[in-house]
């Protein structure tokens, strides 16, 4: 029961990080058209360079190649029915522009819980093979959720989402984690292919967005600081996968 605890407080932990990306745009807002191109095209790279250097590598890890390409197309196939649906639920915001970036937000919210959902069986099968390699999965997963909840936050707060609400967002996002992890504790004998496959989803589900949302948006204030956004992103996430390789 006691590492029953410590597995659920290390996935909660992780998993809250994306709120502390909420709070970072919560206190640095974006302010000028550049800013906002470069905030966006920052979000597009952090999300391209988890799907390039963590989730499809991963994937490809624990299952083959076929159960990998299947999720990948049956995360994107989700995403494009979600897409279709959502600006159906949220267009009392009053202006299409508003609308349309927070629906960016809640989609990015979306996609990146999936991914969360595969984390946390990842923290608890690190814990059930040694305490010191799922804390360093816990905190490897933490560093990455930061990034993340930036993702979420700042097309929603462009998009005009209160503060409260935008950070809720993150933090809901990120409760996706210990939920993944309680998941896993309920089917003990999940095989490694399902892990596999849904990491694999979760990066379909999450390049639908990027290409779909977020790369587009940027470019419309400002093409420049949109590349140069997605290039520090990109980067940023590579040193980061590089410092757990």
């Given at each position: 029961?006691?590492?029953?605890?410590?597995?659920?407080?290390?996935?909660?932990?992780?998993?809250?990080?994306?709120?502390?990306?909420?709070?970072?745009?919560?206190?640095?807002?974006?302010?000028?058209?550049?800013?906002?191109?470069?905030?966006?095209?920052?979000?597009?790279?952090?999300?391209?360079?988890?799907?390039?250097f963590e989730l499809?590598?991963?994937?490809?890890?624990?299952?083959?190649?076929?159960?990998?390409?299947?999720?990948?197309?049956?995360?994107?196939?989700?995403?494009?029915?979600?897409?279709?649906?959502?600006?159906?639920?949220?267009?009392?915001?009053?202006?299409?522009?508003?609308?349309?970036?927070?629906?960016?937000?809640?989609?990015?919210?979306?996609?990146?819980?999936?991914?969360?959902?595969?984390?946390?069986?990842?923290?608890?099968?690190?814990?059930?093979?040694?305490?010191?390699?799922?804390?360093?999965?816990a905190l490897a997963?933490?560093?990455?959720?930061?990034?993340?909840?930036?993702?979420?936050?700042?097309?929603?707060?462009?998009?005009?989402?209160?503060?409260?609400?935008?950070?809720?967002?993150?933090?809901?996002?990120?409760?996706?984690?210990?939920?993944?992890?309680?998941?896993?504790?309920?089917?003990?004998?999940?095989s490694r292919a399902?892990?596999?496959?849904?990491?694999?989803?979760?990066?379909?589900?999450?390049?639908?967005?990027?290409?779909?949302?977020?790369?587009?948006?940027?470019?419309?204030?400002?093409?420049?600081?949109?590349?140069?956004?997605?290039?520090?992103?990109?980067?940023?996430?590579?040193?980061?996968?590089?410092?757990?390789?």
């Amino acid at each position: 029961m006691p590492e029953t605890f410590s597995i659920l407080y290390a996935s909660t932990i992780a998993g809250l990080a994306t709120g502390l990306g909420g709070i970072i745009v919560f206190l640095f807002r974006p302010r000028s058209e550049r800013i906002m191109s470069f905030s966006l095209g920052l979000a597009g790279g952090i999300m391209l360079a988890v799907i390039t250097f963590e989730l499809i590598p991963y994937a490809l890890k624990l299952t083959n190649l076929l159960y990998t390409a299947l999720g990948f197309c049956l995360g994107i196939m989700i995403l494009f029915l979600l897409d279709t649906i959502i600006p159906h639920i949220h267009i009392e915001t009053g202006e299409k522009e508003r609308g349309r970036l927070i629906k960016m937000g809640i989609l990015i919210a979306l996609g990146i819980g999936l991914h969360n959902m595969p984390e946390g069986l990842a923290i608890g099968a690190g814990y059930k093979a040694a305490a010191a390699l799922g804390f360093t999965v816990a905190l490897a997963i933490g560093l990455h959720n930061i990034p993340e909840g930036i993702a979420i936050a700042v097309p929603l707060q462009v998009g005009g989402t209160s503060n409260h609400r935008m950070i809720f967002a993150t933090v809901l996002a990120g409760l996706c984690t210990p939920l993944g992890m309680a998941i896993g504790f309920l089917f003990y004998h999940i095989s490694r292919a399902v892990i596999g496959t849904c990491l694999a989803l979760a990066g379909g589900a999450m390049l639908y967005i990027v290409s779909d949302e977020l790369i587009p948006e940027s470019h419309k204030h400002h093409s420049h600081y949109a590349n140069l956004g997605i290039t520090v992103g990109f980067i940023f996430i590579l040193f980061l996968s590089g410092l757990h390789l």
